[in-house]
């Protein structure tokens, strides 16, 4: 069974960065792929950003290329989420998930394990 635990939102205004934290615990935390997602209120969820197991392969979502980093520790079992210049519209729960695909995937049903979710809050 794997752990997902994200972490690091909080209240920022327009403007601001702000790094969120995830770990996945489990024998082998670092041989997922990892991704980020956000849900909206009234919304649907919503690829962000996810890396490969090996932090080769990234990629985005449209709405942050530009803003947001996705990047992995390998020594500490840990995946970050860079947002920089945030905007009202980010303004979001953000889930990091896991899963045992190879390839980089975007679709929430190909993630298997979740986190409980972080609140980040972008005022205008």
């Known amino acids: 069974q794997v752990q997902v635990i994200e972490s690091g939102g909080r209240l920022v205004q327009a403007g601001d960065s702000l790094k969120l934290s995830c770990t996945a615990s489990?024998?082998?935390?670092?041989?997922?792929?990892m991704g980020w997602f956000r849900q909206a209120p009234g919304k649907e969820r919503l690829f962000v950003a996810a890396?490969?197991?090996?932090?080769?392969?990234?990629d985005y979502a449209d709405s942050v290329k530009g803003r947001f980093a996705i990047s992995r520790d390998f020594a500490k079992k840990m995946v970050y989420l860079q947002m920089n210049n945030l905007e009202p519209e980010d303004t979001a729960v953000y889930y990091c998930?896991?899963?045992?695909?190879?390839?980089?995937?975007?679709?929430?049903?190909?993630?298997?394990?979740w986190g409980q979710g972080t609140q980040v809050t972008v005022s205008s």
């Open positions: 998930a896991a899963t045992t695909r190879a390839r980089i995937v975007s679709a929430v049903a190909e993630y298997e394990y």
């Open positions: 489990g024998r082998t935390p670092n041989g997922y792929l």
């Open positions: 890396i490969s197991s090996l932090g080769v392969k990234i």
